[in-house]
């Protein structure tokens, strides 16, 4: 999504983009509404009208008997069930999540979300939608509370069921849907309890007693505060003796009130005969069922058939900001299946309770919608891990997973890396290779070998063994490490990774106390530390001589566009000031790097900026065909010593193009020139390169316009990612021998073939920078900050990275910006502090539970200060011979940054379905298997997600609906072949708010602490809020149009909201502690980042709003992308064939 452009969606290219409808998965009869096609307002199955009174009204789809029950690993708290919040625009998924909550999510106001303080957009389903879970037939009853505990501690099971003396809530705290859309309500004042509204009081089921959760279920009345946080009350299973109707209370109008307007066609349900595709198990009882069960009680419409005085939907309690709390659970929030009309009974007229009649015809089934509210909260897991996470993390213990990248917490380097700079998706590795195959857990890890560490951690020790260089194993070369064993009284060690027995060099030689140990293994970091560095010797270099300090060459793109948008001036005067910041180890000293400066168009200027000269000098290069540096002495220059003409030539660049006519560029010469200047000067080095346009000038490496939107979502969409030319791979290969690293400055106004412009820079470990539309006056600081951060971070050059394992896994794929030319070595020309390498692990062998897995990442760089290093990080995991284990202890952002890299590497040579339909279906059956080899027995229709990965699904489904995947109509194929490079080298915290951006409500803000966030969705948004949303490359400030005046003067210095300015990019500067604090915020939430968030202000229905809805990722996407509710239906869905 390109934030430079206000360009209104439109819909996809040509045709609507298919989401995620697998073959075989097209709309079920009366299943899911396709819920992963576009949406285009209201689903022609749902034709806009007056809803449909009588015989539809009873049938809430209840002889599907879907119900999710969500039972986690390692947790008792089991997931609630609440009304959804209206207005939203997923279409209602006929299927609920039954299970019991957290207590700190029923113990709190409802979340802002679901106050909408508007009336729902006439394209999203009408204001009511609710769903609900209710109790299976008493053969069926999944979860039952007294069965045995498991080992995996399923919270459902191990609960005790609440005595029947506890009060449940009532049947519900909810009632009287909105009317339909045509006559929506005004948006009414906000009321402060909702739990008042309750639909008039029913006798419970009067024949055969229900057990005892269940026997208040349907009373009335404000809940007991100790009910608040209890177990969800059990509705009765459904009872098929006579004389259990309560006197009849008023009927209903419509029971499609609170869905899409209309009925739907008989074609779109099951005949009233048969289970739905969703049933599972014998077919339920045929009960009576009373009115008051929930299709009635809570579709009671508007007026004087409704129950006395409900709240309408509409006034719900304004939310405290931040809070992550819904509504208490309905009456049928028990674990089991949903309930609602069984096969063959219609609903009764207004006024006539017929209500065991044969109905005559299908009656469309009044669709529900799962609860937002039930289903596993992204928000609740990081705060949970933020409370547990209270102690520093000490790294001792093998196999331990760490606190999540979202959580700040503290490490301690006791024999195993830093988690910042190596993550794993299992600490518990499987011991076999069909294990492994059986669970598709994928087992790699996230590597970021020069992380930045905080103030507070100490920087990996330096090592100096001397003449010798760093003692290694004999056979397999790995680096010594606590894994290394030492034996015969410390004169030899025995290698942990291939066993081979190694001599211990005299002067290395150490006693061993009595526990085997060194004595002096305190003293030596590579002895009792996770990550050090080794000083290496000549042999470690190229040619066997030691390098020179590196070069940067500053390349600048000088025709007409370059020169007319300010970037030629911007960069001239901001290379004056930079070059007192060259990276360098030492603050006290000056840098060693010294630097060169080339202007172009279609041809080539060389300055020569020698300190002896008065004036700089320029040399032109026409011949491009055949390029070469014309100068030696004098173009690589020391910064201090040629100052003065260095600073003379930035002057005079912007002066000498000012008045180009020239429009044309070339970009393979460009690379070329700077490549052999670092020849030349026989150092590695870094070619800062700014450039405007398509290199479409004759030279090597010319290239043609071919942004062809017709190929989207086609078998050949996949060339668009690919280099259209073979050149700048050759060209590449070149570089990374040099040790020559290519950072991208982009300042596009058109398509530049950023698939092929690219190549150079991600095989080089260079970064892209890209300034769509680049205007000096908003977009100076962004870019500015970014050169700043580019040219003074701390980089590694000619560096060579290997992963080695122990016997039983080895390293098989790589995935970063890097370059191989063999299967083991990661060869990188340049290795900075934000570039991460994701390394996927297959197994050659069994491991062992005792020993566990070993893992080595040895990096061998050059430094900023021309030393030649070697930074070494040891892992050691856990293997496990039961896949319980596997479950309980894996990293689901780390699983997402390995899936969101192999699928966005999978574009390159499959359609971005089939990349899809992949990523989909390993979901699936990494689901499928806990359930089937991990989970307690239980009925089908619950979906039971392990602990440590209930959130996968969500996480999934936005890797599945971003802008690569699924692109909307506005995404242009640069932005996607940016974003695919931009990926492929993130870390797990930068993937983790990329995919799941984090949305703060800035109400009340305290200083020290940070407001929790809210859940990435339209309904989390209050009329009367203020909220900042930071994906890690935008930040966007939204602002409520009814927001206080009050906060609007504290935050813009205006009262009004119309006086807001949307173009601000930066808040004004006021005097009060609110706006301090929020400035605070905004600039820590910058410095944690590798690229400067601009800030975007979005007022509520401006048109920038679409941009801002895009990061919105739980609703559906303008591309067609599912919202998450959908998605976890569809999850269930294809977990459930799965397993049968």
């Known amino acids: 999504m390109n934030v430079n452009q206000h360009t209104p969606m439109a819909s996809p290219y040509g045709q609507p983009?298919?989401?995620?409808?697998?073959?075989?998965?097209?709309?079920?009869?009366?299943?899911y509404p396709a819920p992963y096609a576009p949406y285009n307002g209201p689903t022609s199955a749902y034709q806009p009208g007056a809803p449909p009174q009588g015989k539809e009204l009873f049938t809430e789809r209840l002889n599907r008997k879907e119900t999710f029950n969500f039972v986690t690993l390692m947790e008792r708290h089991p997931v609630v069930l609440r009304p959804a919040p209206p207005h939203s625009s997923q279409p209602p998924v006929s299927t609920a999540y039954s299970a019991a909550p957290p207590a700190s999510y029923t113990q709190a106001p409802p979340p802002v979300s679901s106050a909408p303080t508007q009336p729902p957009p006439p394209s999203g389903p009408a204001a009511s939608q609710q769903y609900y879970g209710g109790p299976p037939p008493p053969s069926q009853q999944p979860f039952s509370s007294s069965l045995p505990p498991t080992s995996q501690q399923q919270f459902t099971s191990s609960l005790p069921p609440p005595p029947s003396s506890q009060q449940p809530l009532p049947p519900s705290s909810y009632s009287g849907p909105a009317p339909p859309p045509s006559q929506a309500p005004a948006p009414a004042p906000p009321v402060s309890q909702p739990q008042q509204s309750f639909p008039p009081p029913q006798p419970p089921f009067s024949s055969a007693p229900p057990p005892p959760v269940s026997q208040s279920a349907f009373t009335s009345g404000p809940p007991p505060p100790s009910a608040q946080g209890s177990f969800p009350p059990r509705a009765p299973p459904p009872s098929s003796q006579?004389?259990?109707?309560?006197?009849?209370g008023p009927p209903p109008a419509s029971a499609a009130a609170g869905q899409y307007p209309g009925p739907m066609p008989p074609q779109q349900q099951p005949p009233p005969s048969q289970p739905s595709p969703y049933y599972s198990g014998p077919p339920p009882p045929r009960p009576q069922m009373p009115p008051t069960s929930m299709a009635q009680s809570n579709h009671l419409p508007p007026g004087p058939l409704g129950p006395p005085g409900p709240l309408q939907q509409q006034q719900q309690p304004p939310p405290q900001p931040g809070m992550q709390t819904g509504y208490p659970p309905q009456q049928n929030g028990a674990f089991g299946q949903v309930r609602g009309p069984q096969p063959g009974y219609a609903g009764p007229y207004p006024g006539q309770p017929n209500y065991g009649a044969p109905a005559p015809a299908p009656a469309p089934p009044a669709q529900k919608r799962l609860d937002p509210d039930a289903i596993p909260s992204p928000i609740q897991v990081i705060e949970d891990d933020k409370a547990k996470s209270t102690e520093p993390f000490t790294t001792g213990v093998r196999g331990q997973a760490p606190p999540l990248v979202t959580t700040t917490f503290q490490v301690k380097d006791q024999g195993n890396a830093s988690p910042r700079f190596i993550r794993c998706t299992a600490y518990n590795m499987p011991c076999t290779a069909d294990m492994a195959k059986q669970s598709q857990v994928p087992l790699a890890a996230v590597i970021k070998p020069l992380a930045t560490l905080p103030p507070d951690e100490t920087p990996p020790y330096l090592v100096d063994h001397g003449e010798g260089g760093p003692i290694r194993c004999?056979?397999?070369k790995a680096y010594m490490c606590p894994y290394m064993q030492f034996i015969e009284g410390g004169r030899r060690f025995q290698c942990s990774f291939c066993s081979c027995v190694t001599e211990v060099p005299p002067h290395y030689f150490q006693h061993l106390d009595h526990t085997g140990k060194r004595v002096d293994c305190y003293d030596r970091p590579e002895l009792s530390l996770g990550s050090y560095e080794f000083l290496a010797t000549v042999d470690y270099?190229?040619?066997?001589?030691?390098?020179?300090?590196?070069?940067?060459?500053?390349?600048?793109?000088?025709?007409?566009?370059?020169?007319?948008?300010?970037?030629?001036?911007?960069?001239?005067?901001?290379l004056k000031n930079l070059l007192d910041y060259l990276p360098r180890e030492n603050p006290e000293v000056e840098s060693v790097v010294r630097v060169g400066f080339v202007t172009y168009n279609k041809v080539l200027h060389f300055y020569n900026v020698k300190a002896s000269l008065a004036q700089p000098q320029m040399l032109v290069v026409s011949d491009v065909s055949d390029m070469f540096v014309p100068l030696l002495d004098?173009?690589?220059?020391?910064?201090?010593?040629?100052?003065?003409v260095i600073e003379s030539l930035l002057d005079q660049i912007p002066e000498m193009f000012a008045d180009t006519r020239e429009t044309?560029?070339?970009?393979?010469?460009?690379?070329?020139?700077?490549?052999?200047?670092?020849?030349?000067?026989?150092?590695?080095?870094?070619?800062?390169?700014?450039?405007?346009?398509?290199?479409?000038?004759?030279?090597?490496g010319k290239l043609k316009n071919r942004e062809d939107k017709k190929l989207i979502g086609t078998d050949k969409e996949k060339s668009l990612f690919q280099p259209q030319v073979s050149f700048y791979n050759t060209l590449a290969k070149e570089c990374v021998a040099q040790g020559c690293c290519v950072d991208l400055f982009l300042f596009p106004n058109q398509y530049v073939d950023l698939a092929t412009l690219g190549v150079v820079p991600v095989s080089t470990g260079g970064s892209i920078y890209k300034?769509?539309?680049?205007?000096?006056?908003?977009?100076?600081?962004r870019f500015l900050n970014d050169l700043r951060r580019d040219v003074q971070k701390l980089v590694g050059f000619d560096a060579v990275m290997r992963v080695r394992t122990s016997t039983g896994i080895r390293a098989t794929d790589f995935f970063g910006s890097f370059f191989m030319s063999n299967t083991t070595d990661v060869e990188l020309a340049g290795l900075d502090c934000d570039k991460a390498v994701t390394v996927e692990f297959k197994h050659d062998d069994k491991l062992s539970e005792e020993t566990g897995a070993l893992m080595q990442c040895a990096v061998l760089y050059t430094s900023c200060s021309g030393q030649r290093r070697l930074r070494v990080h040891n892992m050691a995991v856990n293997c496990c011979s039961q896949l319980a284990d596997l479950y309980r202890n894996c990293e689901t952002d780390t699983i997402i940054n390995f899936f969101s890299k192999y699928a966005f590497r999978g574009v390159l040579n499959n359609p971005t379905k089939a990349v899809r339909d992949t990523l989909i279906n390993q979901c699936a059956q990494i689901l499928a298997c806990y359930r089937k080899n991990c989970a307690s027995p239980s009925s089908a229709g619950q979906l039971i997600l392990p602990e440590c990965m209930k959130l996968l699904p969500v996480y999934l489904n936005c890797v599945l609906k971003s802008d690569v995947l699924l692109p909307g109509a506005d995404v242009s194929l640069d932005d996607r072949a940016y974003l695919r490079q931009l990926i492929s080298c993130m870390d797990v915290a930068d993937t983790h708010v990329f995919f799941y951006p984090r949305l703060l409500p800035l109400l009340k803000l305290e200083s020290g602490s940070l407001p929790v966030a809210v859940r990435a969705s339209e309904e989390r948004l209050s009329k009367g809020g203020v909220y900042l949303l930071e994906t890690g490359l935008h930040l966007f400030l939204w602002v409520g149009a009814s927001v206080q005046q009050e906060l609007l003067q504290n935050i813009f210095g205006t009262p009004s909201f119309s006086q807001i300015d949307s173009s601000l990019t930066s808040l004004p500067v006021l005097d009060n502690p609110f706006s301090q604090r929020l400035r605070e915020i905004i600039d820590s939430f910058r410095a944690q980042r590798s690229r400067y968030m601009k800030l975007m202000v979005v007022k509520q229905e401006d048109r920038a709003e679409l941009i801002f809805r895009h990061f919105l990722v739980e609703d559906k996407s303008a591309s067609g992308g599912a919202s998450y509710v959908d998605f976890l239906c569809h999850m269930h869905k294809e977990i459930r064939q799965l397993l049968s």
Request: aromatic content about 12%; hydrophobic content about 35%; glycine content about 8%.
């Open 17 to 31: 983009q298919p989401g995620y409808v697998q073959p075989g998965y097209a709309p079920l009869d009366g299943g």
């Open 242 to 248: 006579p004389g259990s109707f309560p006197p009849p």
């Open 474 to 476: 004999n056979r397999c």
């Open 541 to 574: 270099c190229k040619n066997n001589k030691l390098p020179q300090p590196p070069a940067f060459i500053f390349l600048i793109d000088v025709s007409y566009n370059a020169v007319k948008s300010g970037m030629v001036n911007i960069v001239c005067q901001e």
């Open 634 to 644: 004098g173009f690589l220059v020391n910064v201090n010593e040629s100052r003065l």
């Open 664 to 700: 044309e560029t070339v970009f393979g010469p460009v690379i070329q020139a700077g490549l052999e200047a670092l020849k030349a000067a026989d150092c590695a080095g870094k070619l800062f390169v700014f450039h405007t346009s398509l290199p479409i000038a004759e030279a090597p």
């Open 771 to 781: 300034y769509t539309y680049f205007q000096a006056q908003s977009d100076q600081e």
